[in-house]
């Protein structure tokens, strides 16, 4: 029987090792973390992250072939490959700081399968890394591995939160990377099997490992490209009368450009984008390409440019000041459909809200109030390390307050902001919000979900990103 072993419990390694487990049911999975609780959930009826589908998929298989244990050596141990899915945060000082990948955890991972390894292993790079880091992977295990023969191999995930296990039942394609020697091949061939109990043979793409490793940050920096050209074009809607819905339908329709990833909006959030274009641009430094580094620098300056505009429009709608007014923040996820508020655009709102003094009541379906509290006051790219090394949240954020409830977040409120597209936020009854907020009543759609006209028809002062301004918004300025 084929063992295989998962280093990380979190996004990526839970999803991922599910499936394999429910698609090859000859091969026992071991998902492994240190983190007590975080298996614990895993081997609870709650488990520690939300994704549709996920919670169906563990039952069928929990116990019988898909194992989640704090028993990180022995599982390492007995396996044949091991997947290592540990965090891969930007650093935060020293050489690098603020844009290039943290290896720690990755190399002490390594170390230790090197250190417990009695079999000759296959290693597979599930974390996002740095092109390269292979090769150092390589010669930590090549180094400390007394004799055993160890092959590395890069198979990047390329889920959308929300849509994870659909997209690992039917992936457009599954990349596997590897040294181009017999032994490389061979190892390669031994994953291929795996993924292609259910997967299209011609949808298994082999690579070498460094087209492997820079696929998936060239893939990531193309999706946030396409928002960023969105939202820039959305500023330029708004000042010239153009309606960016009607643009980037025109703009999908073309079939070399295809209508996906070109909704406007805040901007874009999730835990892989921003990193990894951040570790795109360092690798483009280390290697002498300045302005191929700058080029993609500014998908990222756009982004934080569309989320200071935001605040700013907010802000300058209402008398140019904020201080003291309760103000609704609907959604707090990155996207629909995930608990996830790695990097979302609501924190840089609600903190540049903050900076000006408001009272915000936050409603959000999948976040809890403790999630909030935590993304308010960390430090940035802290939440990428893994649980138990984060610091405690030191302190509450006083002028937040977290409701259960769209009504009870509006109550009394000057403004409500729509930050996440969470479906429910579009069949809400605005008639009795309207009723029950101050007046004038303002809404800022943040996702361009609601129906504008409808909202100005009750009563209300509308914002949506890239649409014809509200004749209340046109005297008022918006510069980021």
Known sequence: MVKICCIGAGYVGGPTMAVIALKCPSIEVAVVDISVSRIAAWNSDQLPIYEPGLEDVVKQCRGKNLFFSTDVEKHVFEADIVFVSVNTPTKTRGLGAGKAADLTYWESAARMIA?????????????????????????????????????????????????????????????????????????????????????????????????AELSKLAANAFLAQRISSVNAMSALCEATGANVKQVSFAVGTDSRIGPKFLNASVGFGGSCFQKDILNLVYICECNGLPEVAEYWKQVIKINDYQKGRFVNRVVASMFNTVANKKVAILGFAFKKDTGDTRETPAIDVCKGLLGD???????????????????????????????????????????????????????????????????????????????????????????????????????????????????????MPAVA
Not at 128 to 152: D, M, R, S, W
Not at 369 to 393: A, G, V, Y
């Open 115 to 211: 250190d417990v390894s009695k079999s000759d292993k296959i290693v597979v790079e599930k974390s996002t890394v740095p092109v390269k880091t292979a090769e150092a992977i390589e010669k930590i295990l090549t180094h400390n591995g007394k004799g055993i023969k160890f092959q590395i191999l890069s198979n990047p995930e390329f889920l959308a939160e929300g849509t994870a296990i659909q997209d690992l039942f039917n992936p457009d394609r599954v990349l596997i990377g590897g040294r181009e020697t017999p032994a490389g091949q061979k190892a390669i061939q031994a994953l291929k099997d795996v993924y292609a109990q259910w997967v299209p043979e011609d949808r298994i793409l082999t690579t070498n490992l460094w087209s």
């Open 357 to 475: 003094k408001a009272r915000l009541s936050i409603y959000d379906p999948q976040v809890t109030e403790e999630q909030i509290q935590r993304d308010l006051t960390m430090n940035k790219f802290d939440w990428d390390h893994p649980i138990h090394l984060q610091p405690m949240s030191p302190s509450t954020v006083k002028q937040v307050s977290v409701v259960w409830d769209a009504y009870a977040a509006t109550k009394d409120a000057h403004a409500l902001c729509i930050l996440t597209e969470w479906d429910e936020f579009k069949t809400l009854d605005y008639q009795k919000i309207f009723d029950n907020m101050q007046k004038p009543a303002f809404v800022f759609d943040g996702r361009n979900i609601v129906d504008v006209e409808k909202l100005r028809e009750i009563g209300f002062i509308v914002y949506s990103i890239g649409k014809p301004l509200d004749p209340w918004l046109k005297d």
